[in-house]
């Protein structure tokens, strides 16, 4: 059988389940359209039939893709066929799919992947058009969150639906144990490593470390904004932009300077762990500055034990900025069948009634509504948490995001583990970063 067939075959397959799971809609389609089943002020009928097809490399199971958003979707629009493509092994994966010309309506993944899937892939539209044309008003979402996007050379190819920030997680557990008073909103970094020395001790034959960087979302997030890749260039900033200096120093280094906390993320190393397992499962750490969606993606570990977060610490020079927003991007393909039917559900993502739908279950919103953001995290096991600390700090502003993005930064992200561990100096991390990234760029681009 030719690989497009194999393809198509499974895509058949997984169009059916997704259509029966569909089925259960129950809304009557009057939320926010009027009596003729027109989208408000355009004109564009939502009574009309038609299909919207997402898809997104990321391997979202179909059950959370409902619960997140196809359901409420299908409540919203009953006359429309909401679906779902799960990259779910041979045959789905993006280049696969692209191979096989298979189509769908809507693409989706995190900052960062977007670019590196879909515009890689040539799979990007600018919408200008089209949210002209629906009248979606981008002057509610916070500009923060959207201007990395509309800054971008290949036009206004995504919106932002939901986002994302780190927070200071901590073990109150261990605060109590050892009479340390618990981190607060608004701590710098030098305050967290003052406080994390208090607590990176040994009691009996246990070794607790109080924090330690979790370094990948730091490169991604990191509050420089400084970009991985130069757009215009295409080159590696690592080595020429002086700001990954004080990123690598501030917070890479000085945070595992004690022996100790060198030995722990050693063991880690050698245990195939890492620090989120740490905190959250051997809870032999203190505190984590990882991002919020931990919470609602592991809530059966996260409820085994006592927590709470406060916003990420800030920079010293850059008092109440955080870090970079991690947003979950979706956008039209240009291989659409149904474009307008696609804004019609885009427009309804960011509209107050989807945004609180998503607020409460614990995924930041992209709107300014401040009820919807008063709503955040209402609906899950941890609605005691403090989730207005995740919006204590302003967001970093976002660079333009390139294709080479996320493979970059894995490159950075391995050279800099040893920069930490103290096996690399800092001028031979950041110059043998600059020497594999070129390597590398070179070859993605033949």
């Known amino acids: 059988m030719p690989k497009h067939a194999k393809v198509s075959a499974i895509l058949a397959s997984m169009l059916v389940t997704t259509l029966v799971a569909g089925c259960g809609g129950t809304g009557n389609g009057q939320n926010g359209t009027s009596e003729a089943g027109k989208s408000e002020k355009t004109g564009t009928t939502t009574n009309e039939p038609a299909e919207v097809l997402f898809y997104s490399h990321s391997g979202l199971a179909p059950e959370q893709f409902n619960t997140r958003y196809g359901n ?61 044309k629906h009248q979606v008003d981008l002057g509610r979402i916070d500009p923060s969150i959207i201007s990395g996007v509309q800054s971008s050379p290949h036009g206004l190819y995504a919106l932002p639906i939901h986002t994302d920030t780190m927070a200071l997680y901590y073990n109150k557990d261990l605060f109590d144990k050892f009479g340390v008073e618990y981190p607060k909103n608004g701590m710098t970094w030098d305050e967290l490593y003052a406080l994390s020395k208090r607590l990176t001790r040994k009691d ?23 970009p991985v890749v130069d757009e215009k260039t295409e080159q590696p900033t690592i080595n020429k932009d002086n700001r990954w200096r004080s990123f690598y120093q501030k917070l890479l280094i000085e945070p595992t300077e004690m022996q100790e906390v060198k030995e722990y993320l050693s063991s880690l190393k050698t245990n195939k762990s890492h620090i989120v ?10 505190m984590l500055a990882y991002v919020s969606a931990l919470a609602p993606t592991w809530p059966n570990e996260m409820k085994a034990f006592n927590w709470d977060w406060v916003s990420v610490p800030t920079l010293k020079e850059q008092p109440g900025i955080g870090v970079q927003p991690y947003t979950a991007y979706f956008g039209i393909t240009n291989i659409s069948k149904n474009k307008d039917a696609a804004m019609e559900v885009l427009k309804y993502m960011v509209s107050d009634e989807f945004q609180l739908s ?11 509504s401040k009820d919807v953001k008063q709503a955040l995290g209402q609906e899950t096991a941890f609605k ?42 800092l001028n031979t991390a950041l110059r043998q970063s600059e020497e594999t990234a070129m390597i590398r760029l070179d070859e993605w681009k033949r």
Do not use: C
């Open 358 to 368: 998503l607020a409460k279950q614990g995924y930041m919103p992209v709107v300014q």
């Open 277 to 286: 397992n740490a905190f959250m499962k051997d809870r032999s750490t203190a």
């Open 384 to 425: 005691d948490k403090n989730w207005q600390a995740l919006f204590y700090n302003k967001m970093a502003p976002v660079p333009v995001k390139g294709i080479y993005e996320n493979r970059i930064v894995g490159v950075y992200n391995g050279l800099a583990e040893q920069a930490m561990l103290g096996t690399l100096d």
């Open 204 to 226: 009996g034959d246990t070794k607790y470390i109080g924090y330690a960087p979790f370094s990948t979302y730091m490169f991604y997030m990191n509050p420089y904004s400084i």
């Open 72 to 132: 409420k979707l299908r409540e919203k629009f009953p006359n429309y066929t909401i679906q779902y493509i799960h990259r779910s092994g041979t045959g789905t994966g993006i280049a696969e799919m692209v191979t096989a010309k298979a189509q769908f309506d809507i693409y989706f993944a995190n900052v960062g992947s977007f670019e590196n899937e879909a515009i890689q892939y040539g799979l990007q539209s600018d919408m200008t058009e089209l949210i002209k």
